[in-house]
């Protein structure tokens, strides 16, 4: 029994199925999200599973490769917009979430979309939310590791 050995020699399209470890870190050296102590992550580009903007890092890389891209804000999760900045009183909001400054607040669109709200400041009656991603405003450093494509 003889094994067929294929070499991979294609590289990430926009449409690939992939197996790579990566590593999220801010300018400043928080780390945001890694997968080098777990397993590595599969993923499937254009399904919305990475960034579109750090998806698009990895188009052309080949398995094997080691890269280590700097992204600024608003090539990343773009720039924090003030507008998505707002005081809403704290019986809008969603009954049974734990209310605190500082903390993310899960919400459900009257269409059925969720999203998550962080709390900036609360009062006796309203609170300041901020809608903007986590990361928005943030340069990042992006580092991956290509193991496969699938």
Request: aromatic fraction near 6%; glycine fraction near 10%; include cysteine.
């Amino acid at each position: 029994m003889s094994q067929q050995h294929q070499q991979h020699e294609s590289s990430i399209q926009a449409d690939s199925f992939l197996t790579l470890h990566y590593r999220l870190t801010t300018q400043d050296g928080e780390e945001v999200v890694s997968t080098f102590d777990l397993g590595p992550a599969t993923i499937q580009m254009g399904n919305g599973e990475l960034n579109e903007n750090l998806e698009a890092c990895l188009v052309g890389l080949v398995p094997g490769e080691h890269a280590i891209f700097d992204v600024p804000a608003e090539a990343g999760f773009g720039q924090h917009n003030p507008g998505l900045v707002q005081r809403i009183a704290i019986s809008a909001l969603p009954v049974g979430q734990d209310l605190k400054e500082n903390t993310l607040i899960e919400f459900t669109s009257p269409e059925g979309a969720e999203f998550a709200g962080f709390v900036r400041e609360l009062d006796a009656t309203h609170a300041l939310m901020d809608f903007n991603h986590p990361l928005a405003g943030k340069s990042l450093c992006f580092e991956v590791q290509i193991i496969g494509l699938l």
